[in-house]
């Protein structure tokens, strides 16, 4: 049983991506890109705001005058459709009834993070969130997972970390800690494997160790 589970947010704990993408065309209109289509958002996400306007844009292009709007457009829609994945309360409520501490590491902003977390009650089960500027580096980085086991006072072997991208795979393994991809995210893997794969997030508790 893993007495430490680290969650990414987006695309794990919570589908954030309509909100995301309806910001982003937004923006695009609003300094005269073309638009594309949610599977093409879908791609961009992952590696924090920055990066993914940057993509949306291309670098060449790229201001950040062009990110400071997407920022403000997104902090009105933060919550506007964005919503937990079906059973993943009662995984996290079970997991705090069995004394498994809990986590999120986002490579979101530690202001939004906090927002979300808070909007949607996710902080009765948390035992705390991180956004990617509380660390030196994000990830794929392994330094926010080991600051965090460090902080907590949890081994690498009795923790996991649970997420839907390669950021958090990278992150977790190059920690030493055993990682489990979220094929049900909007995320991908890169050459680093996961540990375990689930379609939802029911099964969590039974990779937890859980009956």
């Not at 993914?52 to 844009?57: D, G």
């Amino acid at each position: 049983m893993f007495r430490m589970i680290i969650f990414d947010l987006d695309g794990t704990v919570l589908n954030t991506l309509d909100d995301i993408h309806s910001s982003m065309m937004d923006t695009l209109d609003k300094f005269g890109f073309d638009k594309f289509s949610i599977d093409v958002t879908k791609t961009y996400v992952g590696d924090g705001i920055s990066k993914l306007v940057e993509r949306a844009v291309t670098s060449e292009r790229y201001t950040k005058r062009i990110e400071d709007y997407f920022r403000f457009v997104y902090n009105k829609r933060l919550v506007e459709t964005t919503k937990p994945y079906e059973g993943i309360t009662d995984v996290l409520e079970r997991l705090k009834t069995e004394g498994v501490c809990q986590v999120v590491l986002s490579n979101k902003a530690t202001e939004y993070t906090d927002s979300i977390v808070r909007h949607f009650g996710l902080d009765k089960y948390l035992d705390g969130w991180y956004g990617f500027d509380c660390f030196h580096e994000k990830k794929p980085s392994p330094l926010p997972v080991r600051e965090i086991l460090k902080a907590k006072h949890f081994s690498a072997d009795e923790s996991i970390m649970i997420g839907d991208n390669y950021t958090d795979i990278e992150s977790g393994a190059g920690a030493g800690i055993k990682t489990c991809f979220c094929k049900y995210g909007y995320g991908k893997l890169r050459s680093v494997q996961a540990d375990y794969f689930i379609d939802s997030p029911s099964e969590i508790l039974q990779i937890a160790g859980i009956k």
